[in-house]
């Protein structure tokens, strides 16, 4: 599977930005699909969004209210539309469908920046 995320870019604090995920050879419909971000500085990427097969969805307590994650079944796309961005935001975000302990299934994709500035 070859992930591609976008839309990453700087934005204020209080902005908003709606990544996307496009994935090659698997559709996505058959998987939970989750949001990573790897802060500055930080050795580990945290899984901050989910959704599974059924739609439902979870968030990490730390963008609970602002983020929101969607399938875009036809085209075989993830988004997340981040609100009330905050300069805590900033990191780098990678889609990934989450295994056991959270650990990606799949090879990460380049994935995009998102600075936020205060």
């Known amino acids: 599977v070859q992930l591609v995320e976008s839309g990453g870019k700087l934005v204020q604090s209080g902005g908003s930005l709606r990544l996307s995920c496009a994935a090659s050879?698997?559709?996505?419909?058959?998987?939970?699909m989750g949001w990573y971000r790897q802060g500055p500085g930080k050795q580990e990427r945290e899984l901050i969004a989910?959704?599974?097969?059924?739609?439902?969805?979870e968030y990490a307590n730390s963008v609970k209210g602002r983020f929101t994650i969607t399938r875009d079944n036809p085209r075989n796309m993830i988004h997340l539309q981040m609100n009330n961005l905050k300069p805590d935001d900033t990191a780098e975000y990678f889609c990934?469908?989450?295994?056991?302990?959270?650990?990606?299934?799949?090879?990460w994709g380049p994935g995009t920046l998102v600075t936020v500035s205060s």
């Open positions: 050879e698997f559709n996505l419909r058959s998987y939970s």
């Open positions: 989910e959704i599974g097969i059924d739609y439902t969805t």
């Open positions: 990934n469908a989450p295994g056991v302990g959270n650990a990606p299934a799949w090879a």
